[in-house]
Every structure is written in structure tokens, then in C-alpha cells.
């Protein structure tokens, strides 16, 4: 009975003894697993704020600066959830200058290019933004362009919001946290939009012609485009409610009163001379930079990253109209 007995306490003991370990473990546990991890876990992400749309994580990053940009993020998440009614929690994972990303398997689907710093993705279907603080005056604009990419894509249902229109919306976003850059934006499409249709007789862009890819990349330093003055004036002209499951027709009349504005704006009006003036000159300004930067690039032979996914909008004409599916 004494043996009995003292294996009985033995077993007691060795089973508190393991409880206990798996009571102190269990939180160290989840603590250590954040939803950054799920694509990036050799990295040390810990909790900067937790808001209430956007819960934010850092790497290798101060904390001042990472909650600065959560609080960009919250608020373009905020003008996201007043606009379209709701917004779905999303996370925001920002990493400094000093650590890198493991972009492998973006390579491998095509999405980065060899070599290339990993400086902006977003996992829509996962609701992850991904930003690099090493471009840092960028940064504000590309999560505004993140947050509402990814909130379109869930108020599509998951299939995927129209393309290239997703792109311009993101892009109204990001103006939406600098009056004077959308004024820029404006004065920009004025210009633009004579050289590319001088008779303005050309049909609407196919705006809605493709969607979205559950993931995109791309690098905030081309990511800049004037287009979301489109979706500010469609907004003026017929509420936010234009933006929720898009019709073809609306936005192909929303394009053609954007362009006759536009143009109005560019020939009418004695303060006008002035400006077509300064347009022409910015025109040719950028006609040189361009051919400047092109042979600079093949006598360098450096290929930089070029902006991927729905920021392809940038490239070329924003105002092309050939329809990805009638291509030759």
C-alpha cells in the first residue's frame, strides 16, 4: 500500500508538472504568431496598435514611426468605411530599411522581379498590406493605395473589383490626404487629356474591362498617377454610391463628362493662356526626361522594378482604350 501510494503521488506530481508547462507555453505561443507571419515568419513582428479597421505590426522599425503609418491607415479606412458603408479589418505590416523580406515565392509566380527589394504587396484575399518604410516619403501615399485596394476587392464579394477602375479609386484615396495634390491632379489631366484626344472626340476607356488579382506588387515609386481626378469628379457629379458594383454604362458617361470638363476648363477662360502655356512647356519637359531617363537605363544597363498588378495603369497611356480581351 506505502508503494502504491507514492507512485500515485509520483504520477500526480509529473502530470502537474506538465500542466503547467502547457499553461505557460500556450501564450507565449500565440503571442509569437501574428498574421504577418503567415507569409513572412522569418521576421520579428510585434503589435504596434490595433485599430478599428487596421491592426498594425512592425519589423525592424521604430514604434513612433510605425503608428504614424497606422494612423494613416486608419484613416484612409475611416473615408473607406463612411463611403462604401463598411470596411472589412484589415492588417498592416510595415517593415524598416534595415531587414528585408524573402520575396522567393513572389519571384516564382512572376510577380517580383529577380533580385528586387520587395517594397509594397497586398494579399487581398488575406487582407495583409505589406509596406517598406525605406522610401519614405512614399510610404503615406502607398498605403492609402493598399487599404483601399483591398477594400475594394472585399466589396466585390472576393471576385474581384473592375480593372483598371480599382487602380484610379486607390489612387482618389491617396489624393484625398493632400487638397493641393489633387489640385495638382487636376491641373495635370487638363493637359494630358488635350494631347491624348485633341479633337475630344474619342470613345470612354474601357475602365471595367478586366479585376483584380488576389495579390498585388508593386513599387511606390512609380505608383504616383494623376487618374483619380476621374473618380473625384464622377463622386461630385453622382455620390459615392457610383463606386458600389460599378455599371458600364454609368461609368462610360462619367468618362466622357470628365473629359468634356476637363477640356472646357483647358480652352475656356481668360486665365487659360497662361496655363496651356505652362502645360506645353510641361509636356516637353517630360518628353525629355523620359528620353533622358531611357538612354541613362541602357547606358547603366540597370533594369529598374517596374510598378506590377493594377498599378500597370500607370504605365503608358492611362487613357488606352484597347480592350485586353479584343487585343490582337
Known amino acids: 500500500m506505502v508503494l502504491s501510494g507514492a507512485w500515485r503521488h509520483l504520477a500526480l506530481g509529473i502530470a502537474l508538472i506538465l500542466l503547467g508547462m502547457a499553461w505557460f507555453a500556450a501564450p507565449a505561443s500565440a503571442q509569437s504568431e501574428t498574421p504577418c507571419d503567415e507569409k513572412f515568419p522569418e521576421q520579428d513582428w510585434q ?70 527589394r520587395l517594397h509594397a504587396a497586398a494579399f487581398r484575399d488575406d487582407a495583409l498590406l505589406f509596406i517598406d518604410a525605406q522610401q519614405f516619403r512614399l510610404v503615406g501615399d502607398a498605403i492609402a493605395l493598399g487599404v483601399a485596394e483591398i477594400a475594394l476587392w472585399h466589396i466585390s464579394g472576393g471576385e474581384g473589383y473592375p480593372e483598371p477602375l480599382a487602380g484610379a479609386v486607390a489612387q482618389w484615396y491617396a489624393a484625398r490626404q493632400d487638397p493641393q495634390k489633387a489640385e495638382r491632379n487636376r ?10 484626344d485633341p479633337t475630344g472626340t474619342a470613345p ?3 475602365w471595367l ?15 504616383d498617377s494623376p487618374v483619380g481626378d476621374l473618380v473625384a469628379t ?23 463628362a470628365w473629359r468634356a470638363g476637363l477640356r472646357e ?6 486665365d487659360r493662356s497662361r496655363e496651356w502655356v505652362g502645360g506645353v512647356m510641361i509636356a516637353v519637359l517630360v518628353v525629355l526626361a523620359g528620353i533622358a531617363m531611357a538612354w541613362w537605363g541602357r547606358r547603366v544597363n540597370k533594369r529598374k522594378q517596374k510598378p506590377m498588378g493594377e498599378i500597370a495603369v500607370i504605365q503608358g497611356s492611362i487613357f488606352d482604350r484597347s480592350s485586353p480581351e479584343t487585343d490582337e
Open 47 to 116: 503589435l504596434v496598435q490595433a485599430g478599428s479597421g487596421v491592426t498594425t505590426y512592425r519589423a525592424a522599425l521604430d514604434e513612433g514611426i510605425a503608428t504614424r503609418f497606422g494612423d494613416n491607415a486608419q484613416a484612409t479606412a475611416d473615408l473607406l468605411a463612411g463611403d462604401l458603408g463598411s470596411f472589412q479589418p484589415m492588417t498592416l505590416c510595415v517593415f524598416g530599411s534595415e531587414t528585408a523580406l524573402d520575396g522567393t515565392e513572389l519571384e516564382t509566380a512572376g510577380l517580383l522581379p529577380p533580385g528586387q
Open 187 to 196: 491641373s495635370t489631366m487638363r493637359v494630358f487629356s488635350f494631347f491624348d
Open 204 to 206: 470612354p476607356a474601357p
Open 209 to 223: 474591362d478586366g479585376v483584380q488579382d488576389p495579390i498585388a506588387v508593386w513599387n511606390p515609386e512609380f505608383q
Open 234 to 256: 464622377a463622386v461630385a457629379a453622382n455620390g459615392v454610391e457610383i463606386l458600389i458594383d460599378p455599371d458600364p454604362d454609368e461609368w462610360a458617361a462619367a468618362d466622357i
Open 265 to 270: 476648363e483647358l480652352l475656356q477662360g481668360a
